[in-house]
């Protein structure tokens, strides 16, 4: 046999093991670097959310607050009970804005990873 009739021959088995497992390792690299890109776009859309989160908190404290102290300064004088509602109206609607706020992001799918499961899916369905 030939120099050249040897380099045309096809790769034996552990050479084709070889390459499989190098592009395996190849692709599992990439998916590992797109995950890692997306996991870093989650973790800014979810300090947002806690963000939120805990204005909402603040907001629903203040809405308690402003109606016990209302009761204690005011005692009745000026509009008599009917501040007391109107303060307490606004914080707790301010409250339900922002939880209104953070169900949306949640709800959008900001916190979802969708080009890796998608790149995984084709993946699972190429290889099945």
């Not at 088995?13 to 499989?20: C, D, F, K, R």
């Not at 499961?117 to 190429?126: G, I, N, Q, V």
């Amino acid at each position: 046999m030939t120099q050249h009739e040897q380099a045309e021959r096809p790769p034996g088995l552990i050479a084709s093991l070889g390459l499989v497992t190098r592009n395996a390792i190849g692709l599992l690299l990439s998916r590992l670097e797109l995950a890692a890109l997306e996991l870093s776009e989650v973790r800014n859309h979810l300090l947002k959310l806690v963000l939120v989160f805990a204005l909402a908190v603040v907001a629903g404290c203040f809405a308690l607050a402003w109606g016990t102290v209302t009761i204690a300064y005011l005692a009745w004088a000026a509009m008599g009970w009917t501040i007391l509602p109107v303060i307490t109206a606004v914080f707790l609607l301010l409250a339900i804005g922002l939880i209104a706020y953070a169900r949306a992001m949640v709800r959008s799918g900001k916190l979802s990873l969708p080009a890796t499961m998608a790149e995984l899916k084709s993946d699972r369905d190429l290889l099945l």
